[in-house]
């Protein structure tokens, strides 16, 4: 592909994503509070996300060692200058993008759920929700499962951050689950960090072997895995 053809094909991807209005703006949206309200805000918040869209797509094809920040504001569009007034260095921008990326599925399970829901209903909400996430963002999935161990020990501390937010998750499904059957015991809180490590691991085996689009064919073994940890 020549460079002409690489840079629509990033257009077109970046005109998914769209900016400032597109999906990136809501999905890599800017810390909770802080809102438009002016162009100068607008362009600011743009540059951000095609910045972090522009990570995960560089380290995507790349390899997070051999991506450098002027790959990252090649392909983003933006000056080196508008990469530093974001992020002190390519880590931080990693680790930006990793947080983006965690509160975006974390928003979509929640928006996914609905009152009545059962609490099996719920699970299997979840579960259907964070595999259609990877399955639609093949770059984000490589560059945040498989590239995060080389992305440095800030990078990994932000994963365990997300593993244990998605554990708490679990263990409030759990106990959802607890108050429609009284008889099922306590679990103890390092059981739910597994079964989020484990359906991590298997998802980025998918994304390793290039499976990324059939991900879903996981939702059967990780709901058994759930069902016989849970009772």
């Avoid at 869209?53 to 450098?68: D, P």
């Avoid at 080196?80 to 509160?103: G, I, L, T």
């Avoid at 597994?194 to 064919?217: F, H, N, P, Q, S």
Wanted: proline content about 3%.
């Amino acid at each position: 592909m020549n460079d002409s053809a690489k840079t629509d094909a990033t257009d077109a991807r970046l005109a998914r994503y769209g900016a400032p209005s597109h999906e990136v703006i809501d999905a890599w949206r800017l810390p909770r509070g802080r809102k438009a309200n002016n162009q100068t805000t607008e362009i600011a918040a743009s540059q951000r996300a095609r910045l972090l869209f522009a990570m995960t797509e560089s380290v995507a094809e790349k390899g997070y060692n051999a991506t450098t920040v002027g790959d990252i504001t090649r392909i983003a569009r933006v000056s080196r200058s508008a990469f530093y007034a974001n992020f002190k260095d390519k880590e931080a921008c990693f680790v930006a993008a990793y947080e983006a990326a965690h509160v975006d599925v974390v928003d979509r399970i929640r928006r996914a759920q609905t009152s009545n829901m059962t609490s099996r209903e719920r699970l299997q909400t979840t579960l259907r929700v964070y595999l259609e996430f990877k399955r639609d963002h093949p770059a984000l999935s490589r560059t945040l499962l498989v590239e995060i161990h080389a992305a440095g020990p800030k990078a990994r501390a932000k994963r365990d951050w997300g593993h244990q937010h998605f554990a708490e998750m679990q263990r409030r499904l759990y106990a959802l689950r607890q108050a429609e059957q009284p008889d099922l015991p306590d679990l103890p809180a390092p059981i739910f960090r597994g079964v989020v490590a484990a359906i991590e691991e298997m998802t980025a085996t998918y994304v390793c072997e290039g499976r990324t689009d059939a991900i879903l064919e996981l939702e059967t073994a990780c709901l058994m895995l759930l069902e016989k940890v849970y009772g």
